[in-house]
């Protein structure tokens, strides 16, 4: 069963001529739409589990004592004064409207209703949100991210749901910079990151020897992929750790942050996966887990996300797996050597936490 987080508000965050814009959402709900199988949910009091359709709800708005377990006061405080004054640009790439600082409330409480929903008896529940997050810091907007989506689901799950230990696996081709620094000492929550080599691309941190800090030590895994690197590169290296660390940590609650910015035409990067690599990576992660909540981050070709994001949320709603597919390609895998050193590097490294 797969339920979908959104809501038409999310375009009052209003970013002009900018990557990050309404449309990255227009386009996917249309294409949801036209297909007919979105099951919209009048209300949230009652859970109706459609067996052929998305059960689509509406986010619930974050509190600001949730938003100030993850962010300072005085962070809140300045984003919530810039917006009321008409907005602007915070930094060179991020851009706020008069409404951006109550839809990013809006985008970290779609975050904790997709995790309720899971908690409720759903497979998976993907809140398809805007602005992103995982940039965010608790002192800082960063990269289009205002506030810091996953960080607030995660403390709220902690504080009402007693939850303990998290996974993160984020594929987005940024390194979420905002995310991993929140939880670089905390040895409950594991964040797992593939993206573009930070050497040559935002936020230039995110490199292998990033583990963590303190207790937190093992539990801040990244993968940078040199530019170029294929579908058969990402898979190589996800094939021979994703299941093995997944089972060795143990977690509680499983989080995806969903990019499509790795996508050959993204015009914001330089890796080249393809269409089939998103059915592929959400198979794989549903054949380790049974329960997952997906997060949007990045993307920024509009024919990517509508065609992606259908190909990724018909194996959530059908409970798909591509095990013929990953047979085939993995007959015909060719990766760089680049890759296998890259491989063999995090191996060396993580070999005292994890047996893969």
Known sequence: MMALVHSQDYEKHETGIHPENKERLRVIINTLEKEGILNHIPTNKHILKSRNKIDVFRPETASLKDILKVHSESYVKYLKSFCDSGGGYLDPDTVVSKDSYKIAKLAAGGAITAS?????????????????????????????????????????????????????????????????????????????????????????????????????EGCNMNIPMPPGSSNQDYMYILERILEPVFNDFDAEFQFLEVGFDAHKDDPLSRINLDDEFYPWITSKIMNITNQLVLILEGGYNLSVLSRCNMKMINVLRNELTYEEEIHKIGNEIKVSNETKKIFHNIQDIFSSFYDF
Do not use: W
């Open 116 to 216: 309720k929903l899971v908690l409720n008896g759903y497979n998976s529940a993907y809140s398809l949100a805007r602005p992103p997050g995982h940039h965010a810091t608790r002192e800082n907007a960063m990269g289009f991210c205002l506030f810091n989506n996953i960080a607030i689901a995660i403390e709220h799950l902690k504080k009402y749901n007693k939850i303990k230990k998290f996974i993160i696996f984020d594929f987005d081709v940024h390194y979420g910079n905002g995310t991993a620094e929140m939880y670089l000492n905390d040895p409950n929550v594991l964040y797992i990151s593939i993206h573009q080599d930070p050497s040559t691309l935002f936020p230039g941190s995110g490199f292998i020897e990033e583990i963590g800090v303190d207790e937190g």
